[in-house]
Structure formats: C-alpha cells, structure tokens
C-alpha cells in the first residue's frame, strides 16, 4: 500500500508516515490522525515502503483538494529554510501557507472578492452624480473585471460603494478564475499600459539594462541616494519582466515578486503600482490582510493570475509558478527579519530562491546592508549605482552638528535649533525632529535617593508617558500610575530623565504656542487610519512641526519639509550592540532624504556631543562609501560580520539556573564536537529579564557559512533536555 511522508506543523525534525488508498502526489494537504488529535499536513514524499511496521502506520482521513498542490519547487524552497535555519520541517511548511490552508475547514470553492458589471447594467449615466466613487468603480469594471484590492486602490471607501452597487443590482460578485488568465501560449498576458513613465537618466538606464541583459541568475545591489529614482528603475524593470519570462526564452508574461518593508507597506504604496500598472493584475501579501483575502491572493500567484506580488517577508513563499524577477526594496531594513518560530531573512531566502528559479534578483537602498555591500564590492553581487537625484532641481541636504556640550539646552534642545524652527515657522516650512524614544522620558527618578522607576517583570525601566500619567514598560507592557511621592523614601519631586517624543513635543508647544504640532510615533498611530490621515495632513501643509520615531523616516515624501532636527542619537555610538552604529547612520541617511526633496534646500541639524564622529562626517558629505570602508574595516578587524557568521542560541526560564544550566550543557556539548567553530561564553542578553523570564544567549561563530553550518548539523540540540524553557537557535541573528 503507498506511504505519504507528511509534515506536520509540530516541533520534532521528522515527517510522519501515513497510509493512503488513493492516488496522491507530492505537495498535497491531507487531513490525518496524530494522536488524539486530527490536522493538517503537507505530502512531502510518495513512498513504498516505511521503516515502521505496516501495522503501526494510521490511514490518511481525507486527501484535501480544495486547492492545487504546492510545487516541487516551494516544497525545495521550504526544505533548504528548514535545513538552514535548523528549524523542524513540519512547521517551516505550515508557517508558509496563508491560515486558511493550515486548518481543514473547507475553503470556499468560490472566492467572493472579484467584481464585474452585472450582463444589462445601467448606463453609467443613470448614477447619480455625486456618488462619484461608485461611478469611478463602474468605469473600472467597464474595462475588466477587478479584484476588492484593485478596487479599494480607487478610493477607501469603495467597499461600501461596492455593496451598494450590488444591491442596486450593478455588479456582481465573481469568481477568480475569470481575472486575465496566464496563458501558456505564447502571446502576451494582458496589454498592460505602462503609465507615467519617466524617461531614465543615464544611471537608470544602465541599471535597468544590467538586469534585463543578465541571462539566468544573477544578483544586484541598486545602491541609490534617496531621491535617485529607484523605485522608477524598479518600474521599468517591472515592465520589462511583465512581458519576458526569462525563464523560458519566450515572449509571454513573467511574474515580478516585489518585497517590502512591514512599515511600507501602505494603501499608497500598493495605490502606486496599480496606478503605473493600471492593466496588470496585482495582488498584495500581508499580515494585515484577512484570512480570506490573504488566501484569494496567494491563489492569485499561485495560478499565475497575479503579475505583481506586492509584499511583506512572509511573501518570499508564495507559489510563483512564472517568477521571472525579485526586488527587495530598502533590502536593509530588519523587518525582513523574522523573530520568531522560523527565523528566516526574507532577503537572504529571496536570493536563494531567485537562484534556484535563474532569475535575477535587485535589493535596493540607499543604506545598503553592509552584508550585501560587501557581497556586491568583493564581486559577488553587482553593484549598480545612482549616484545623483533623479529630479534635476532636487539638492542634498546641508547637514551640520550642534554641539550639545556647548550649547543651552531646553530640556534636552538646544537654542539654535529651536531658533531654526522658528524661522521655518515664519516661511511656512515643515520641521521635523526624529527622536527614537517615544513617551515622555524613558526614566523617573528621586532627587533625594536616586530611585529608578525599575520594572517589577524586567530588567528595563519603566517609561514616563504623562499624557495619561502613568509609568509604562515597554518591555512587558505592564503599568503604573505615577506615584506623587518616591516608592522608596517618600520624597515629594520626582524627576523625568531624558527625552522622549511627548516631552519634545511639549517643549516646541511651549515655545511656540501657535505652531502646528503633529507627533508621529506607535503610540500615536496606535489606529490603522491615524497614519493615514496624518500623511494627508502633512501632505495638506496643516502642520509646522512633525516629532516622530523612524516610523517618519522611511520611505515617504514630504514636499514642504526643509529642516530635520536630530536628538540624541549618541547612545548608538557606543552601544554594545555592534550593529547600532550601522543601523543610526542608516536612519539618520534616511531621515536627512526626508528634507528638501523639492525644489526647497533642506537642512539637517544633529545635535551631539561627539560632532568629530566619523559617523557625523561621513554623514556630512553624504559618504555612504567612506562610512561602509570604515566600519568593513572595523568590522574585520574585531571578527564581526560579514567577515564571520553566527548562529545565536537562546534560552530563556522563569528559573534562571536552569537557563544557565541549559546553555552551558548546550555548550559542553558544542565544545566537545572540535568543530572549527568559535564558542563564546553563556552571557545574559541585553535585556537579561522580561516578563519575569530569565533571558541568556550563546553566541557561535564561523568563517564560513558552511562551517557553521557542518557545526549546526552535528550539534543536535533536539537532544537537548530543555523542559520548561523557551529556547531558539537563530542563525544570521540580527539583534544581540
Ligand atoms: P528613491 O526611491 O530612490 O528614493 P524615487 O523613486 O522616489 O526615489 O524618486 C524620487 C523622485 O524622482 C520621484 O518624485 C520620482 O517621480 C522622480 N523621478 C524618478 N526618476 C525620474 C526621472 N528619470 N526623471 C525625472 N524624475 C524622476
Ligand atoms: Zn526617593
Ligand atoms: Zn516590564
């Protein structure tokens, strides 16, 4: 009788032998017994025969056939992951299907999000005039039937226009299968138009022609200064891709998988490309999306309907059956990184997955990583260039120190940049001031006895937010009222220590009472739509002054902002963490990108009190290149990556002799195998307790991957008696 090796998203390395009396292949979902419980798991393997005596194997309940197997190649793609990342095979596979496919409550067989015009609709001239989102709609679905998503980039209300179209008995909703169809022909998919096209500078030019000349695989680091126009570069090479599957040497269309950042990913964002690719169909990947939508779309690249996949990391697993291009967008940026249960890069997966499909692969920032810069200087990748501002009037910021150990200060702000404030104020200009620290002060303490305002659950303190006047940890979230005298000795004055984003609005709100002041940070943004209506507000000139976290740094355009003010960023400087430098200057690029994106100059002003950090005066000229060298060199000389590669394992316990015992058990262990690994000691992490959990890492390093990865092998930690701990091995760890 056949066997089916099933993965099944549960915590041990194997799969699991099933018998099954119908044909089955590889990839499918089947629903099976494991112990007293039913799931869901994927075939990985067709069998004949099991090491398990016959007797023992248990039937499969039910061959699931609700949607099309996964691909040889995914079910590879997931395999490598596993492998990799050391992590159990079952659920690498599970984590990557939408939720939907993970349960076996039957999935609709007809996804409800897809809209056409009902057969003998009205003319469009009997809507009223002024339901004008409604009438916008049924223009769109004149030309061709629309997914919700195509919809809703119309406007946001569109789905509540839609649903009275509906009852008003003008469209209908429909089934996926009758969205433009991939066709295995030959000729062209769908006749996209390829709107507001700019004509490429010469530096656009020649990265787009890199990319579509490269036969087959290849790797390219887009490094390009906010402003130069990547994202056009990106578009180009959409288009191109859209209509060569390079895959196949043929004309027809290919599929283009484009990641982004969680933070960018944006109603706009997706808004855009649906503007530029009004004709193609595009779908976007996302934790944001419900369960239903989430599946309709991965269905979408799955039967190669969806041209552009727009997503975030969890995207890199979708079912691309055409995959004839992969951008990674700001490829710098640690969201990409996943923190838990299968901790994979997005980008690092994206080109493993480019090179098994022979298709190019573009990262692009403006702060490259220095893992890929390095990749692309030493020839691994190919580095392409914009080295200029796309739009001719567009200037680089002047950027400038105040030096805070000479300047009066304000609560943490200094004069002159107050001072510069006020003069946008007077000309009508934006400000910005980036702090990365919300609430108001990251510490109360007595004056009398020096009490901290200590968390009970961590080994962080509690943060001020005086808004609604209470101590929050941002940790574990727990929280207090403020006391009105000290805990510890009574004393009446409590002091707020440090800045945070709420302190430094208050303090621009005093000093200039008539200004319009918008903060932006989590707390803030805490509802979907506030980010939203504050970019529109921004957008509409209602406001003088901006205080944000890096939610303000990233990726958006804000044409009336001539000034950012930058506070506190020394602590990054001499962190233990010996990426912070790299992460500051790249949001401090980023941010400085921000300012005098039109036709107005922009200033940025740092206040410090180290100004001659090398980090300020590559800053300063704009060095990307300088500051890369430097830190590479740093970097190689202490053993840091890119010049080594870890894997971090951690461990964390209500009884902290236990982790500790974990771990060093754990090292024994490696110690013993005489791989040649480096082993560091068992350490604390760098926030040793959480949520009343003691927290310690072992960090292993390596001077190849696959030394590190021989080492991972043999090492075996499943063997590893870890009752009652939470332990993971992350391999590439980003945070220390
Ligand atoms: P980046 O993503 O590199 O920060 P963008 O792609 O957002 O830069 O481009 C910055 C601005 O320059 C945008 O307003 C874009 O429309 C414009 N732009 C891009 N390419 C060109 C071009 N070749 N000619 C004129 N304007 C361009
Ligand atoms: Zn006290
Ligand atoms: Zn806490």
Redesign the pocket.
């Known amino acids: 009788m056949p066997i089916v090796r099933v993965a099944l998203d549960v915590p041990i390395s194997t799969l699991f032998d099933y018998t099954v009396d119908e044909t089955v292949v590889t990839g499918m979902r089947v629903v099976v017994p494991f112990g007293r419980r039913q799931m869901v798991g994927v075939v990985m393997e067709c069998v004949e025969s099991s090491d398990l005596s016959i007797e023992r194997i248990k039937p499969v309940m039910q061959v699931l056939h609700d949607s099309a197997p996964l691909s040889a190649k995914l079910l590879e793609l997931l395999q490598f992951c596993s492998d990799y990342y050391h992590y159990p095979i079952g659920p690498t596979v599970l984590s990557a299907l939408p939720t939907r496919l993970r349960s076996d409550k039957p999935i609709s067989v007809k996804p409800v999000l897809n809209y056409r015009l009902i057969d003998g609709a009205p003319n469009i001239d009997s809507l009223p005039k002024r339901k004008v989102i409604a009438r916008r709609i049924v223009e769109k679905l004149h030309e061709q039937i629309c997914s919700l998503a195509q919809l809703r980039a119309l406007s946001a209300t569109a789905g509540v226009q839609l649903k009275w179209l509906e009852e008003a008995g003008w469209v209908e909703q429909c089934d996926a299968s009758l969205l433009p169809l991939a066709s295995e022909g030959g000729e062209k998919i769908s006749a996209h138009t390829f709107a507001n096209a700019?004509?490429?500078?010469k530096e656009?030019q020649q990265a787009v022609d890199a990319v579509t000349q490269s036969a087959g695989y290849g790797c390219f680091l887009l490094h390009?200064?906010?402003?130069?126009?990547?994202?056009?570069?990106y578009v180009h090479l959409m288009d191109h891709m859209l209509q060569h599957c390079p895959e196949h040497g043929r004309r027809g269309g290919g599929q283009v998988l484009l990641l982004v950042p969680e933070i960018n990913l944006t109603p706009q964002l997706e808004g855009y490309f649906h503007s530029r690719f009004p004709d193609a169909v595009l779908v976007s990947l996302h934790s944001g999306l419900s369960e239903n939508q989430r599946l309709h779309n991965w269905q979408l690249a799955q039967t190669g309907c969806a041209q552009i996949v727009l997503g975030t990391r969890l995207s890199v697993f979708a079912e691309l059956p055409r995959l004839a291009l992969i951008i990674v967008?700001e490829e710098h940026d640690s969201s990409f990184k996943q923190q838990d249960g299968l901790r994979y890069s997005a980008r690092d997966v994206a080109i493993f997955r480019a090179n098994q499909s022979g298709v190019p692969i573009v990262l692009?920032s403006?702060t490259p990583s220095l893992e890929s810069y390095h990749n692309a200087t030493s020839g691994r990748y190919r580095m392409l260039k914009?080295t200029g501002?796309?739009?001719?009037d567009?200037r680089l910021p002047t950027v400038g120190c105040i030096n805070t150990s000479q300047s009066i200060l304000t609560e943490g702000i200094s004069e002159k940049l107050l001072r510069e404030v006020g003069l946008r104020i007077a000309r009508g200009e934006q400000s910005l001031l980036f702090i990365n620290r919300r609430g108001y002060a990251p510490v109360l303490m007595c004056t009398e006895c020096g009490w901290l305002s200590d968390c009970k659950n961590c080994a962080g303190k509690m943060v001020l937010h005086l808004r609604d006047r209470r101590l929050r940890c941002h940790h574990c979230g727990f929280q207090l009222r403020v006391p009105t005298a000290c805990p510890d000795c009574g004393h009446a004055e409590l002091k707020p220590v440090g800045n945070g984003t709420q302190r430094v609005e208050s303090v621009l709100q005093a000093r200039f009472p008539d200004a319009r002041i918008l903060r932006v940070d989590s707390d803030s943004t805490r509802n979907k739509r506030a980010w939203q209506k504050m970019r529109e507000q921004i957008h509409a000139n209602e406001v003088d002054i901006l205080v944000g976290t890096q939610m303000l740094a990233k990726?958006h355009?804000f044409p009336a902002l001539t000034l950012v003010g930058v506070l506190d960023p020394d602590s990054a400087l001499y962190s233990s963490d010996f990426r912070a430098a790299e992460k500051l200057f790249a949001q401090l690029m980023q941010v400085s990108?921000r300012a005098g994106?039109a036709d107005k100059p922009g200033e940025v002003l740092i206040q410090t009190a180290f100004p001659d950090h090398p980090l300020f005066r590559c800053l300063q000229s704009h060095d990307f290149d300088g500051w890369a060298a430097l830190l590479l060199a740093e970097r190689q000389m202490a053993g840091f990556p890119p010049f080594v590669f870890q894997a971090m394992l951690r461990a964390e316990g209500m009884n902290e002799g236990e982790v500790y015992a974990y771990l060093n058990l754990a090292r024994q262990a490696a110690l013993k195998l005489k791989h040649p690994v480096e082993i560091f000691s068992v350490v604390p992490a760098s926030l040793a307790r959480r949520a009343n959990h003691f927290r310690a890492q072992l960090l292993i390093q390596a001077t190849s991957r696959k030394a590190l990865q021989q080492f991972l092998r043999a090492w075996h930690l499943d063997e590893m008696p870890a009752r009652k701990l939470r332990c993971s091995l992350d391999v590439d760890p980003l945070e220390f």
Do not use: Y
């Open positions: 700019h004509p490429l500078t656009q390009g200064i906010t402003g130069s126009g990547k994202t056009e570069v967008d692009g403006a914009l501002r796309a739009q001719v567009a990726g355009d990108g994106r």
